[in-house]
Protein backbone atom coordinates (compact mmCIF):
# COMPACT_ATOMS: atom_id res chain seq x y z
CA UNK A 1 0.00 0.00 0.00
CA UNK A 2 1.74 3.61 -0.93
CA UNK A 3 0.76 6.31 1.06
CA UNK A 4 -1.11 9.20 -0.46
CA UNK A 5 0.95 12.15 -2.04
CA UNK A 6 4.26 11.04 -2.14
CA UNK A 7 7.14 12.12 -4.55
CA UNK A 8 9.35 9.22 -4.67
CA UNK A 9 11.46 10.35 -7.41
CA UNK A 10 15.62 10.63 -6.45
CA UNK A 11 16.35 13.64 -8.58
CA UNK A 12 15.16 17.07 -9.09
CA UNK A 13 15.98 20.36 -11.25
CA UNK A 14 16.47 22.08 -7.78
CA UNK A 15 20.46 20.59 -6.92
CA UNK A 16 19.34 18.16 -4.44
CA UNK A 17 19.33 14.10 -4.78
CA UNK A 18 17.87 11.53 -2.50
CA UNK A 19 19.30 8.01 -1.39
CA UNK A 20 19.79 5.59 0.98
CA UNK A 21 22.72 5.20 3.80
CA UNK A 22 26.01 4.52 2.68
CA UNK A 23 28.98 3.82 4.75
CA UNK A 24 31.10 6.75 5.80
CA UNK A 25 27.48 8.62 6.04
CA UNK A 26 27.47 9.09 10.22
CA UNK A 27 29.98 11.69 9.30
CA UNK A 28 27.55 13.95 8.34
CA UNK A 29 24.59 12.74 10.21
CA UNK A 30 25.57 12.78 13.72
CA UNK A 31 26.45 16.96 13.15
CA UNK A 32 23.26 17.14 11.39
CA UNK A 33 21.12 15.78 14.29
CA UNK A 34 23.41 17.82 16.46
CA UNK A 35 22.30 21.20 14.48
CA UNK A 36 18.67 20.19 14.62
CA UNK A 37 18.45 18.58 18.15
CA UNK A 38 21.15 20.02 20.19
CA UNK A 39 21.86 16.85 21.79
CA UNK A 40 25.66 15.48 21.05
CA UNK A 41 25.21 11.67 19.90
CA UNK A 42 27.64 9.19 20.31
CA UNK A 43 29.28 7.33 17.43
CA UNK A 44 28.43 4.41 19.60
CA UNK A 45 25.00 5.01 20.18
CA UNK A 46 24.33 5.77 16.53
CA UNK A 47 26.07 2.81 15.70
CA UNK A 48 24.21 0.68 18.40
CA UNK A 49 20.98 2.09 16.65
CA UNK A 50 21.34 1.65 13.24
CA UNK A 51 23.49 -0.79 12.33
CA UNK A 52 23.95 -3.22 15.34
CA UNK A 53 19.73 -3.99 15.74
CA UNK A 54 19.56 -7.66 15.46
CA UNK A 55 16.57 -7.65 12.85
CA UNK A 56 18.31 -5.72 10.24
CA UNK A 57 20.72 -2.40 9.32
CA UNK A 58 20.82 0.80 7.28
CA UNK A 59 17.24 1.78 7.10
CA UNK A 60 18.02 5.22 6.61
CA UNK A 61 17.31 7.51 3.53
CA UNK A 62 18.68 10.64 2.88
CA UNK A 63 18.76 14.12 0.96
CA UNK A 64 22.14 15.51 0.01
CA UNK A 65 22.91 19.09 -1.93
CA UNK A 66 25.07 19.19 -5.19
CA UNK A 67 27.94 20.00 -3.51
CA UNK A 68 27.75 16.37 -0.77
CA UNK A 69 26.16 18.26 1.99
CA UNK A 70 23.65 16.49 4.07
CA UNK A 71 20.44 18.34 4.30
CA UNK A 72 17.39 15.71 5.71
CA UNK A 73 17.52 12.33 7.41
CA UNK A 74 14.57 10.07 7.81
CA UNK A 75 15.31 6.44 9.52
CA UNK A 76 14.08 3.92 11.74
CA UNK A 77 15.13 -0.03 12.72
CA UNK A 78 12.97 -2.97 12.27
CA UNK A 79 11.36 -3.98 15.44
CA UNK A 80 8.75 -7.67 14.78
CA UNK A 81 5.48 -7.46 16.76
CA UNK A 82 3.41 -10.08 17.73
CA UNK A 83 -0.56 -10.69 17.20
CA UNK A 84 -2.50 -13.19 18.19
CA UNK A 85 -5.54 -11.26 16.65
CA UNK A 86 -3.93 -12.58 13.49
CA UNK A 87 -3.54 -16.25 14.14
CA UNK A 88 -0.47 -15.87 16.26
CA UNK A 89 1.44 -13.66 13.25
CA UNK A 90 4.64 -12.02 13.71
CA UNK A 91 4.69 -8.86 11.79
CA UNK A 92 7.73 -7.03 10.41
CA UNK A 93 7.35 -3.27 11.35
CA UNK A 94 9.60 0.21 11.24
CA UNK A 95 9.98 2.14 14.33
CA UNK A 96 10.91 5.53 13.07
CA UNK A 97 13.50 7.46 14.58
CA UNK A 98 15.86 10.36 13.50
CA UNK A 99 13.75 12.78 11.23
CA UNK A 100 15.31 15.75 10.30
CA UNK A 101 16.16 18.28 7.81
CA UNK A 102 18.90 20.91 7.81
CA UNK A 103 17.36 24.49 8.94
CA UNK A 104 18.96 26.61 6.53
CA UNK A 105 16.74 25.01 3.89
CA UNK A 106 13.82 24.09 5.26
CA UNK A 107 12.07 26.68 2.97
CA UNK A 108 12.97 24.23 -0.11
CA UNK A 109 9.60 22.83 -1.32
CA UNK A 110 6.29 22.29 0.66
CA UNK A 111 4.73 19.02 2.09
CA UNK A 112 5.40 16.31 -0.35
CA UNK A 113 7.40 17.59 -2.00
CA UNK A 114 9.79 19.62 0.40
CA UNK A 115 13.32 17.96 1.19
CA UNK A 116 11.92 16.22 3.59
CA UNK A 117 8.72 14.94 2.17
CA UNK A 118 11.16 13.78 -0.95
CA UNK A 119 13.22 11.64 1.65
CA UNK A 120 10.44 9.84 3.38
CA UNK A 121 8.98 8.78 -0.20
CA UNK A 122 12.44 7.38 -1.12
CA UNK A 123 12.23 5.45 2.41
CA UNK A 124 8.72 4.48 1.46
CA UNK A 125 9.64 3.22 -1.49
CA UNK A 126 12.97 1.51 -0.26
CA UNK A 127 12.30 -0.07 3.06
CA UNK A 128 8.55 -0.44 3.41
CA UNK A 129 6.41 -1.26 0.49
CA UNK A 130 6.37 -4.86 0.23
CA UNK A 131 8.49 -5.43 2.78
CA UNK A 132 6.97 -4.33 6.00
CA UNK A 133 3.27 -4.68 7.77
CA UNK A 134 3.49 -1.13 9.40
CA UNK A 135 5.94 1.88 10.77
CA UNK A 136 5.16 3.61 13.68
CA UNK A 137 6.66 6.42 16.00
CA UNK A 138 6.38 8.63 18.65
CA UNK A 139 6.16 12.54 16.94
CA UNK A 140 5.33 16.04 18.43
CA UNK A 141 2.57 17.98 17.27
CA UNK A 142 4.68 19.79 14.23
CA UNK A 143 5.95 16.35 12.44
CA UNK A 144 2.31 14.47 13.14
CA UNK A 145 0.89 17.40 11.58
CA UNK A 146 3.66 16.82 8.03
CA UNK A 147 3.34 12.58 8.62
CA UNK A 148 -0.57 13.04 8.64
CA UNK A 149 -0.97 16.00 5.83
CA UNK A 150 1.63 14.54 3.39
CA UNK A 151 3.01 11.29 3.81
CA UNK A 152 0.10 8.89 4.93
CA UNK A 153 0.16 8.88 8.76
CA UNK A 154 -2.49 8.17 11.00
CA UNK A 155 -2.48 8.95 14.82
CA UNK A 156 -3.11 6.23 16.87
CA UNK A 157 -3.82 8.53 20.09
CA UNK A 158 -1.82 11.17 22.91
CA UNK A 159 0.70 8.99 24.65
CA UNK A 160 -0.96 7.17 27.82
CA UNK A 161 1.20 9.01 30.17
CA UNK A 162 0.88 8.49 33.91
CA UNK A 163 2.25 9.68 37.24
CA UNK A 164 2.84 8.52 40.75
CA UNK A 165 4.07 10.43 43.26
CA UNK A 166 6.55 8.23 46.00
CA UNK A 167 4.66 9.63 49.06
CA UNK A 168 2.10 7.75 48.90
CA UNK A 169 2.54 3.96 49.97
CA UNK A 170 2.20 1.02 47.98
CA UNK A 171 -0.19 -1.48 48.01
CA UNK A 172 1.36 -4.43 49.20
CA UNK A 173 0.62 -7.93 50.08
CA UNK A 174 1.46 -9.21 53.49
CA UNK A 175 4.78 -10.16 54.20
CA UNK A 176 3.98 -13.35 55.42
CA UNK A 177 2.23 -14.58 52.47
CA UNK A 178 5.02 -13.17 50.14
CA UNK A 179 7.57 -15.49 51.75
CA UNK A 180 5.03 -17.99 51.49
CA UNK A 181 4.37 -18.04 47.59
CA UNK A 182 8.13 -17.82 47.41
CA UNK A 183 8.25 -14.28 45.57
CA UNK A 184 11.95 -13.04 45.10
CA UNK A 185 13.26 -9.32 43.30
CA UNK A 186 16.76 -9.46 41.75
CA UNK A 187 18.50 -6.94 39.57
CA UNK A 188 19.99 -8.52 36.51
CA UNK A 189 21.99 -7.64 33.33
CA UNK A 190 21.56 -9.76 30.80
CA UNK A 191 18.35 -11.57 28.75
CA UNK A 192 18.26 -15.04 28.62
CA UNK A 193 16.15 -17.99 27.63
CA UNK A 194 14.29 -17.80 31.13
CA UNK A 195 13.05 -14.34 29.26
CA UNK A 196 11.73 -16.33 25.51
CA UNK A 197 9.90 -18.78 27.76
CA UNK A 198 7.80 -15.84 30.02
CA UNK A 199 7.17 -13.73 26.45
CA UNK A 200 5.79 -17.16 25.01
CA UNK A 201 3.22 -17.73 27.97
CA UNK A 202 2.40 -14.13 28.00
CA UNK A 203 1.74 -13.10 24.55
CA UNK A 204 -1.64 -14.30 24.58
CA UNK A 205 -2.60 -11.64 27.08
CA UNK A 206 -1.43 -8.93 25.65
CA UNK A 207 -2.48 -9.72 22.19
CA UNK A 208 -0.58 -6.77 20.03
CA UNK A 209 3.22 -6.39 21.32
CA UNK A 210 6.48 -5.93 20.23
CA UNK A 211 8.36 -9.59 20.28
CA UNK A 212 10.22 -8.67 23.53
CA UNK A 213 12.57 -12.11 22.54
CA UNK A 214 16.01 -12.23 24.84
CA UNK A 215 17.87 -11.24 21.81
CA UNK A 216 15.95 -8.08 21.03
CA UNK A 217 16.25 -7.12 24.74
CA UNK A 218 19.57 -7.70 24.88
CA UNK A 219 19.78 -5.55 21.87
CA UNK A 220 17.78 -2.67 23.48
CA UNK A 221 19.09 -2.84 26.93
CA UNK A 222 21.69 -4.48 28.03
CA UNK A 223 23.75 -3.34 25.10
CA UNK A 224 22.56 0.10 24.69
CA UNK A 225 25.46 2.70 25.00
CA UNK A 226 25.68 5.75 26.84
CA UNK A 227 22.32 5.05 28.92
CA UNK A 228 21.71 3.08 32.34
CA UNK A 229 18.91 1.37 32.16
CA UNK A 230 18.30 -0.34 35.89
CA UNK A 231 17.02 -3.80 34.91
CA UNK A 232 14.44 -6.04 37.41
CA UNK A 233 13.27 -9.54 37.80
CA UNK A 234 10.27 -10.95 40.16
CA UNK A 235 10.18 -14.49 40.32
CA UNK A 236 8.02 -16.87 42.32
CA UNK A 237 10.10 -19.85 43.12
CA UNK A 238 12.15 -20.38 40.22
CA UNK A 239 10.38 -19.11 37.70
CA UNK A 240 10.62 -15.49 36.02
CA UNK A 241 7.36 -14.21 36.12
CA UNK A 242 7.59 -10.36 35.48
CA UNK A 243 10.40 -7.94 34.46
CA UNK A 244 10.97 -3.99 34.65
CA UNK A 245 12.92 -1.74 33.12
CA UNK A 246 13.64 1.67 34.89
CA UNK A 247 15.47 4.76 34.02
CA UNK A 248 16.65 7.52 36.40
CA UNK A 249 16.45 11.60 35.34
CA UNK A 250 17.34 13.37 38.30
CA UNK A 251 14.11 13.31 40.67
CA UNK A 252 12.01 11.40 38.35
CA UNK A 253 11.92 8.06 37.33
CA UNK A 254 10.84 6.74 33.98
CA UNK A 255 9.14 3.27 34.00
CA UNK A 256 10.42 2.25 30.79
CA UNK A 257 9.35 -1.34 29.87
CA UNK A 258 7.32 -4.02 31.44
CA UNK A 259 5.93 -7.44 30.92
CA UNK A 260 4.19 -9.74 33.81
CA UNK A 261 2.78 -12.95 33.77
CA UNK A 262 -0.92 -12.14 34.63
CA UNK A 263 -1.30 -14.72 37.15
CA UNK A 264 0.76 -13.55 39.49
CA UNK A 265 -0.49 -10.12 40.41
CA UNK A 266 1.49 -9.84 43.15
CA UNK A 267 4.53 -9.75 41.31
CA UNK A 268 4.62 -5.77 40.17
CA UNK A 269 3.63 -4.22 43.62
CA UNK A 270 6.91 -6.04 45.15
CA UNK A 271 9.20 -5.46 42.26
CA UNK A 272 7.99 -1.83 42.15
CA UNK A 273 8.71 -1.58 46.02
CA UNK A 274 11.94 -3.29 45.90
CA UNK A 275 13.40 -0.73 42.98
CA UNK A 276 12.08 2.33 45.14
CA UNK A 277 14.44 0.97 48.16
CA UNK A 278 17.23 1.03 46.51
CA UNK A 279 20.20 3.12 47.63
CA UNK A 280 19.94 5.12 43.99
CA UNK A 281 16.39 5.74 43.61
CA UNK A 282 15.59 6.74 47.22
CA UNK A 283 15.58 10.34 46.23
CA UNK A 284 12.98 9.70 43.51
CA UNK A 285 9.74 12.12 44.17
CA UNK A 286 7.70 10.57 41.47
CA UNK A 287 7.90 7.85 38.60
CA UNK A 288 6.81 8.20 34.88
CA UNK A 289 5.45 5.38 33.05
CA UNK A 290 2.99 5.41 29.58
CA UNK A 291 0.45 2.45 30.57
CA UNK A 292 -1.64 1.78 28.12
CA UNK A 293 -5.44 0.79 28.20
CA UNK A 294 -4.33 -2.39 26.85
CA UNK A 295 -5.18 -4.76 27.61
CA UNK A 296 -7.43 -3.60 30.37
CA UNK A 297 -5.74 -6.16 33.30
CA UNK A 298 -2.85 -4.50 33.03
CA UNK A 299 -3.89 -1.03 33.18
CA UNK A 300 -6.26 -1.86 36.23
CA UNK A 301 -2.95 -3.07 37.78
CA UNK A 302 -0.75 0.20 36.88
CA UNK A 303 -4.04 2.24 38.24
CA UNK A 304 -4.19 0.25 41.54
CA UNK A 305 -0.24 1.14 42.20
CA UNK A 306 -1.22 4.79 42.15
CA UNK A 307 -0.77 5.64 38.90
CA UNK A 308 -2.79 8.41 37.76
CA UNK A 309 -3.53 9.52 33.73
CA UNK A 310 -2.06 12.98 33.36
CA UNK A 311 -1.41 15.02 29.56
CA UNK A 312 1.94 14.12 28.28
CA UNK A 313 4.20 17.19 28.72
CA UNK A 314 5.78 17.06 25.20
CA UNK A 315 2.04 16.58 23.62
CA UNK A 316 3.15 13.75 22.22
CA UNK A 317 1.53 11.02 19.93
CA UNK A 318 1.76 7.41 18.34
CA UNK A 319 1.78 7.40 14.57
CA UNK A 320 1.42 5.06 12.37
CA UNK A 321 1.66 4.07 8.27
CA UNK A 322 -0.02 0.94 7.04
CA UNK A 323 2.03 -0.87 4.12
CA UNK A 324 0.66 -4.67 3.86
CA UNK A 325 -1.10 -4.90 6.89
CA UNK A 326 -3.62 -1.99 8.07
CA UNK A 327 -3.06 -2.52 11.85
CA UNK A 328 -5.72 0.60 13.08
CA UNK A 329 -7.79 -2.00 14.22
CA UNK A 330 -5.89 -4.47 15.72
CA UNK A 331 -4.28 -1.14 17.11
CA UNK A 332 -7.20 0.18 18.69
CA UNK A 333 -8.41 -3.73 20.17
CA UNK A 334 -5.26 -4.77 21.59
CA UNK A 335 -1.94 -2.47 21.14
CA UNK A 336 0.66 -2.82 23.99
CA UNK A 337 3.42 -0.71 23.88
CA UNK A 338 5.56 1.34 26.30
CA UNK A 339 8.36 3.62 26.22
CA UNK A 340 10.83 1.30 25.51
CA UNK A 341 9.29 0.66 22.51
CA UNK A 342 10.07 4.35 21.01
CA UNK A 343 13.68 5.89 20.93
CA UNK A 344 13.22 8.15 23.56
CA UNK A 345 14.04 5.67 26.50
Known amino acids: MRAPGLYTGEAGKDAFFVRAYREGDEDQILPLFQRCFHVDRSLARWRWEYQENPYGAGKISEAFADDGRLVAHYAGYPVRFYSAARG ?136 CPDVEYSLWAAFRRRRLVGWSVFRQRGERLAWGDALFDPRYPAALPLLLAHVLAAPEHRSIERIETWATSRPAWWSDRVRALGFESRPEPQELGFVFVPFEVDPEEDFRAHLYYTMGDSDLF
Open 88 to 223: ERTLSALQVGDTMTEPSIRHVGRGPTSLLGRTVGHYYAHFCEGQVAFNYGVNTGKIQRFSMSFVGARRLEALPYHVRTTAAPLPLPPAWRTRLAGYRIERFAHFDERWDALFRRVRDAYGLLVERDSSYLEWRYAS
